[in-house]
């Protein structure tokens, strides 16, 4: 059965599968973007603005901002956990994942 | 393309909802479809039920409305009773009990802890008493908001009260308009103070007078959510009352036909009067939603709006305090500190208003209380009663100007801990900071986040959920913001300190407080002496620092199940329980995946 996603709730939190399983509230690194000048930049997500797959995993576009240097912008293409065997195994927010940081 | 939420809507919305709420009621939790549980939750806002946030699955916010937050004789003994017995939680809160009521910033009564199979038996409980949970959340006609004096003040233009309950029969009582794009937010006002806040509101009725006819002026378009605040705009209209309903009508109409169902993000209506102008609206409305002449605006009171106006004057800033009605009684203002209220509280505020008053009850929109028709011979043992003690008529300028949101504590959408840290706030400024003698209001609206449900953009100041990094880590903060105010001259506050963190908010207030203080110019209040500096004098004035103050949640308080919780890990939680609190699955183990594997 196909992976149900959405954002809801003003883009609060991110569906998978009828279940709230990705928050905004949470602080992310992004070490190989160049969301800011920080070195690595430790981003609030602030809102989801949408979600999608690449391969097997789920990712969103939204808005954050960099708690260091306040420096705030939207993005895409964050990924924030993967879809295994149909089951969704989410990212933890403070791992450094180059490979599946969002542009900007 | 049409949204998920416009295609929940489109298959099952309004009234057509109960059904399907009495059905889970009966067979209990896990009769909600697993698949189909985004639809079900969103539809059940309408009926004034919100899904509790990630960790408390399977209990709901209800929200009662209470048409200009009036609640008349004997509702608010049903309101505690309801929220004794079903409003309890699993765990207490360290500041209120086990149970409660919060009253809010649009004079409405949340409960929480509410699980569905409870739901048919609290909305028994409610409308044998007249009171009710239709259109309160959700993409409808929200609750009607008012001046929370209304038809008892001594010195208002008009008793909007007449107009809230013509509205309230034709347009929350059915479902109608069941099918708006977003939200829809309506103040009706008829006193020269403006208690009714129309400035913010999505739909506004302001008191007027033209040609002899008292009615009202109308505004739309007003709001403060998103980052995108907007005053409501002028259109020009004089309405008499008698078409007040129709006018509402047409623009609900209008709204319902015009507003983006494309994109919820843009859908409120303060967006489409971005895009069309005032006048487009004014038009628009005539020719199409209503079959009579609009007349041009009348004459307001605006010059006079006082509430939560930061201004020096003879009107209210709030309706806190003892104060005469027009009959000849008085009604007595109580400060309920963040709005919320222990159950066993509830009762005895009860209590007294059956004794010493009509037994009637208001709320206003700085979540406060009103007893109403106090007759004077009756005044000082009311004001003696032991309750008052901690909802005082006289309080701190610090405890009387608090407001908070609902916060981490169970909302989705904040990004920090609001209710418990506004009080610890709220008493150590009254504790360890002063304000010159004269000053009686202060007020501080503390909003988790840009939802801006505490309405933070017009307070002296301005409190927005924020994160910040002290000593390496993720902590919680706010965005600092000054210069907001209604009145005559609305306006949004300057965010002027960012990223403080919530252990040094405390400081920032009493070093911006010490400034005023030494450095305001006669009587001037803290608005007037914000205004008097430009942004980055502004921005040198807040001044974050470490005092004696302790905050006990600084880490992710959304990242708990329930941030009062000794073991507060997502993982202890006991949601999702069935209808007697039991868990229904131990399972909860961590599947968090990294990315790499």
């Keep these: ?104 | 393309m049409a949204t998920d939420v416009e295609e929940w809507k489109a298959e099952v919305y309004g009234t057509d909802i109960r059904e399907h709420v009495e059905r889970f009621a009966e067979e209990g939790w896990a009769s909600i479809p697993d698949e189909e549980r985004d639809a079900w939750f969103e539809r059940f806002k309408w009926y004034g039920l919100y899904h509790q946030r990630a960790g408390q699955e399977s209990y709901f916010m209800m929200r009662i409305g209470t048409p200009g937050g009036v609640l008349e004789p004997g509702q608010l003994r049903v309101v505690g009773e309801v929220a004794k017995e079903y409003a309890t939680g699993p765990v207490s809160n360290p500041e209120f009990g086990d149970a409660w009521a919060d009253f809010t910033t649009r004079q409405s009564i949340q409960l929480h802890w509410i699980k569905v199979e409870d739901i048919v038996d609290v909305w028994d409980e409610l409308e044998s008493a007249g009171l009710s949970t239709v259109q309160a959340c959700g993409d409808s006609w929200r609750n009607i908001v008012s001046c929370p004096v209304a038809g008892k003040d001594a010195n208002e233009h008009v008793d909007a009260l007449a107009t809230v309950h013509e509205f309230q029969r034709e347009f929350k009582e059915n479902d109608r308009y069941r099918n708006m794009p977003r939200k829809w937010k309506v103040a009706v006002t008829g006193c020269r103070e403006g208690c009714g806040q129309g400035d913010i509101n999505d739909l506004a009725f302001e008191p007027a007078s033209k040609d002899g006819v008292d009615g009202y002026n109308v505004r739309v378009g007003g709001g403060l959510a998103r980052n995108e605040p907007r005053l409501a705009r002028d259109i020009d209209v004089f309405v008499p009352h008698e078409r007040a309903a129709a006018v509402a009508d047409g623009m609900s109409a209008l709204f319902e036909e015009y507003g983006n169902r494309e994109d919820r993000y843009s859908a409120r209506i303060k967006f489409l009067v971005d895009e069309w102008g005032a006048e487009k609206v004014r038009r628009v409305l005539e020719e199409e939603f209503v079959d009579f002449e609009l007349q041009s605006a009348g004459e307001g009171f605006r010059e006079s709006y006082s509430y939560n106006a930061g201004r020096d004057g003879d009107g209210h800033d709030d309706h806190v305090g003892v104060h005469s009605q027009a009959d000849g009684t008085n009604y007595v203002g109580l400060n309920v500190l963040v709005g919320r209220m222990g159950v066993d509280d509830v009762l005895e505020l009860a209590d007294l208003a059956d004794e010493y008053g009509s037994g009637e009850v208001r709320l206003t929109q700085r979540q406060n209380v009103v007893v109403t028709d106090v007759p004077d011979e009756d005044l000082d043992d009311l004001l003696a009663a032991d309750l008052l003690d901690d909802y005082e008529p006289d309080p701190s300028p610090f405890m009387r100007g608090s407001i908070a949101c609902t916060g981490t504590e169970f909302c989705s959408l904040s990004i920090v801990e609001t209710k418990n840290r506004m009080v610890r706030y709220a008493r150590h400024l009254r504790d360890t900071v002063s304000l010159p003698d004269e000053v009686e209001d202060f007020h501080v609206h503390l909003s988790g986040c840009t939802a801006s449900c505490a309405q933070p953009q017009i307070a002296d100041v301005s409190l927005r959920g924020m994160k910040t990094r002290k000593d390496g880590e993720p902590v919680e903060a706010f965005d600092l913001g000054l210069g907001g105010g209604l009145g005559e001259n609305p306006r949004f506050a300057d965010w002027v300190g960012e990223r403080i963190p919530a252990d040094e908010v405390p400081g920032a207030i009493a070093n911006l407080v010490e400034t005023y203080e030494r450095e305001r110019e006669g009587a001037e209040t803290f608005r007037d002496f914000v205004e008097r500096h430009d942004e980055s004098d502004l921005e040198d004035l807040v001044e974050p620092e470490e005092t004696s103050y302790e905050d006990p949640m600084m880490h992710n308080t959304k990242r708990t199940w329930y941030p009062y919780a000794e073991d507060d890990d997502m993982a202890a939680s006991p949601a999702p329980t069935d209808g007697d609190g039991v868990p229904l699955d131990a399972a909860t183990g961590d599947d968090s995946a990294p990315a790499d594997d």
């Design chain 1, 1 to 104: 059965m196909p992976t149900e996603l959405r954002v809801l709730d003003d883009g609060a939190w991110v569906s998978v599968d009828n279940e709230r399983r990705v928050p905004t509230s949470d602080v992310w690194r992004f070490a190989a973007t160049d969301f800011c000048a920080c070195a690595t930049a430790f981003v609030l997500l602030e809102a989801f603005t949408d979600v999608g797959v690449q391969g097997c995993e789920v990712t969103v576009d939204g808005v954050g901002r960099c708690v260091d240097c306040g420096e705030k912008h939207a993005f895409s293409g964050l990924g924030v956990g993967r879809v295994l065997e149909g089951s969704f195994r989410p990212y933890p927010p403070d791992g450094v994942r180059a490979g599946s940081e969002p542009t900007v």
